[in-house]
């Protein structure tokens, strides 16, 4: 524990992987799925989409935290909170305009949105965790 603390407590790794999670996942958004197998899960494009959010909204507010020295105000995550709801804005539109494999999704935008706001309510709720 003390090791996975130490490593995130590093600003500029928790930068690196904030950056690299953000570029994976915009590649990810513009690749064709056609090629991937059907699930007969329908909501499962909304899961993702939720989780992936979640997941973002969380390492940007962990590097937020530290590097405002272990402090992360509900004024800081609400800013990464629109942040992300941009983010996700313009992704589904630019999926809808320079693609031809993708189309703009409000409802993708919608699950964006909902993985962003309980990531923001998570880990605001165990935040303390990551104090080093």
């Not at 007969?40 to 390492?59: N, P």
């Not at 590097?67 to 996700?88: A, C, P």
Request: proline share 1%.
């Amino acid at each position: 524990m003390l090791l996975i603390k130490r490593l995130l407590g590093n600003k500029k790794l928790l930068f690196a992987l904030a950056v690299l999670y953000s570029c994976v996942i915009t590649v990810l958004f513009f690749i064709s799925t056609s090629g991937l197998p059907r699930i007969r899960f329908s909501a499962i494009d909304k899961v993702v989409h939720v989780s992936v959010f979640f997941l973002l909204v969380c390492i940007w507010q962990l590097y937020a935290m530290r590097q405002n020295e272990g402090v992360l105000t509900w004024r800081n995550s609400f800013k990464i909170l629109l942040w992300s709801l941009f983010y996700g804005i313009v992704i589904e539109v630019f999926q809808g305009v320079f693609t031809h494999v993708r189309s703009a999704d409000v409802l993708d935008v919608v699950a964006n949105l909902a993985g962003s706001l309980v990531g923001v309510v998570f880990f605001q709720k165990i935040k303390h965790i990551f104090t080093v």
